[in-house]
């Protein structure tokens, strides 16, 4: 953005109704609120005139309400002077919210109306040239008198006095409010845990008398578990129980999430024992921190069915954390942190961009819903891009396992190409197809898989053909493997040796792109897909070459129907 004209577009809608008036009221706010201080000119004139205008529709509540939402910034001195000149419930959360410097508010103060002093003399993050300002302004902080204490003597003889004045003296204990302070303060100081241990238990202690303290948890270093065929704990020992039971030791959708956690869903889908496998909880104190579990599969003795796993969870010695956290932070690890964390703002923006464009909250200007619409399209392309990042994170480090179902590969890629016609027919270029005897080419991998996987690759070369250029697919079975060769435009056909698995996405614009982030890192994307699928993306001179494991067919000899074939 060249120029700001956020405040001109503001100045320029009209407010047609109650709720159109909201919005252009919280969004004058806004902008005035992060004016630099010393930001002057005819337009914020006006814009702090439109703001009074706009207050006269709108409740002192909802005004209110507006300025102590979490997002709320009022940085401008000025625009807090204009607000603490209204109501009392909008001067009291302007005051209230204000993030203005000690310097800001010396200089504010006297200006403001004697009730505004007031609410200025509350705030607690102002030091003490600010008060000996307002002390010399008679701004009094408001406060509840000192609770007066009487204290009954009984008399003493004359002995008793005299031994009396040689002690110190002892404060005597308050009554009436002061009792009910000090008894409050004596609460607080009994919930405090004491340093370095955790409470025994989270239930408040009211202080009627007795001289309450935390008592410090046992630390539990080890405990016994069995689950059941799913790795669900379903007996824990008696003291661990409570938090330890209901615990998944993995699943399907957790699997992906760790180096560990794939390793003990391998074992307990191949029944096999789990050998000082880390193991992270999170729950109660008791339990939420790193494990290693030791655990042995059991069967029943009559059936020979897997019932679960038995064994016992163990906190992890300094050599052993050490050993673990080094081979679970890994570097896919790592970049899947760092996508999450980058993902969480844009569905933020995403979301909050569809509400303005859809209009969701209220009617919103013209200029404002093409502004969201664009965004939200640029936050649906980066969600996207994100999603690459992951899969070939996820494929490099092991972490997704492609099914195995089986699909006619050579259907796929004449439907695609079919598919890129619309693109490739104005230009007079597009793909032969050669399949071997017009045969199905059965290929060992899911159809949304092996689909996704042509798509890439076809929709990557055609992007990068020239106009009236024709490139030749062959699809043919060798043995129990199933090739696909691939011939590559002369643009990229002239990249030598790793470039074409380095190339970067170009400058100019593009109709048809298969990613975001240029051709290499779509082809190396494919090439992880294939590897996952147990086969092999390669380059072979001027030829791309995908190899796949293919489906034997052979005839089931046991079959009553003699023309009945079986995949195997």
């Known amino acids: 953005m060249h120029f700001d004209d956020r405040l001109a577009t503001v100045l320029r809608s009209r407010a047609r109704g109650t709720a159109t008036a909201r919005i252009l009221y919280r969004q004058l706010l806004d902008l005035l609120g992060t004016m630099p201080v010393d930001a002057q000119g005819p337009q914020i004139d006006a814009a702090c005139d439109r703001l009074g205008e706009l207050a006269s529709a709108i409740s002192s509540a909802d005004r209110a309400k507006m300025l102590r939402e979490p997002g709320m910034r009022l940085r401008n001195p000025r625009l807090v002077a204009l607000l603490a000149e209204g109501d009392a419930v909008v001067a009291a959360a302007a005051i209230d919210k204000a993030q ?11 200006a403001l109306p004697v009730a505004a002093r007031g609410l200025v003399r509350q705030r ?35 002995s008793e006095t005299i031994e009396a004045a040689a002690k110190p003296a002892i404060p005597a204990k308050p009554s009436g409010i002061g009792a009910i302070v000090q008894r409050i303060e004596d609460f607080r100081k009994a919930r405090g845990p004491i340093e370095g241990h955790a409470r025994a238990s989270d239930a408040p ?15 539990i270093r080890a405990f016994d578990f069995a689950t059941d065929c799913e790795g669900c704990i379903i007996w824990s020992d008696p003291g661990m129980a409570p938090m330890a039971v209901g615990l998944r030791l993995t699943s399907l959708e957790t699997a992906g999430k760790s180096a560990a956690r794939r390793a003990i869903f391998a074992a307990l889908r191949r029944r096999q024992p789990i050998r000082a ?3 992270e909880i999170a729950g109660a104190p008791g339990i939420t921190g790193r494990w290693l579990i030791d655990a042995s599969p059991s069967f029943d003795p009559q059936s020979g069915s897997f019932t679960g796993y038995a064994g016992r969870m163990r906190r992890p010695q300094v050599t052993e954390l050490a050993g673990s956290a080094q081979a679970a932070d890994s570097e896919a690890d790592r970049m899947r942190q760092l996508l999450h964390e980058l993902r969480t703002p844009v569905n933020a923006i995403q979301g909050f961009a569809e509400v303005i ?3 969701m909250f209220g009617p919103a200007p013209h200029e404002y819903r093409s502004l969201a619409a664009g965004i939200a399209g640029d936050a649906a392309l980066i969600l996207a891009g994100f999603e690459e990042l992951d899969r070939l994170a996820r494929l490099n480090s092991g972490g997704i396992e492609l099914a195995a179902s089986g699909c006619d590969i050579a259907a796929i890629t004449s439907a695609t190409v079919a598919q890129l016609q619309a693109f490739t027919a104005p230009r007079n270029s597009g793909f032969e197809i050669n399949a ?4 199905a080419i059965e290929v060992a991998l899911g159809h949304a898989d092996t689909e996704r996987l042509i798509w890439r690759l076809l929709a990557t070369l055609a992007s990068s053909a020239a106009p009236g250029e024709i490139l030749s697919v062959k699809a043919a079975k060798q043995g129990e493997v199933v090739e696909l060769a691939l011939e590559l435009p002369a643009a990229l056909a002239a990249l030598e040796g790793a470039q074409l698995m380095h190339a970067t996405a170009g400058t100019g614009p593009r109709n048809l792109s298969a990613g975001m982030f240029g051709t290499g890192f779509t082809l190396r994307l494919a090439a992880g897909e294939a590897k996952a699928a147990g086969g092999k993306l390669e380059r072979r001179g001027k030829m791309l070459e995908i190899t796949l494991p293919g489906l034997t067919i052979t005839d089931a000899g046991h079959s009553e129907e003699p023309g009945k074939r079986s995949v195997t």
């Open 100 to 110: 203005l410097s000690e310097d800001e508010w010396l200089d504010l103060a006297p």
């Open 124 to 158: 607690r993050d102002l030091g003490p040239r600010a008060e000996a300002l307002f002390d010399r302004l008679g701004m009094a902080r408001p406060g509840l008198p000192s609770a007066e204490v009487v204290v009954e003597v009984a008399p003493q003889r004359a």
């Open 205 to 219: 202690h009211l202080p009627f008398g007795e001289d309450h303290r935390p008592e410090s948890p046992m630390v």
């Open 277 to 279: 496998m880390p193991f």
């Open 357 to 359: 464009q859809q209009q």
């Open 436 to 439: 071997e005897g017009g045969a």
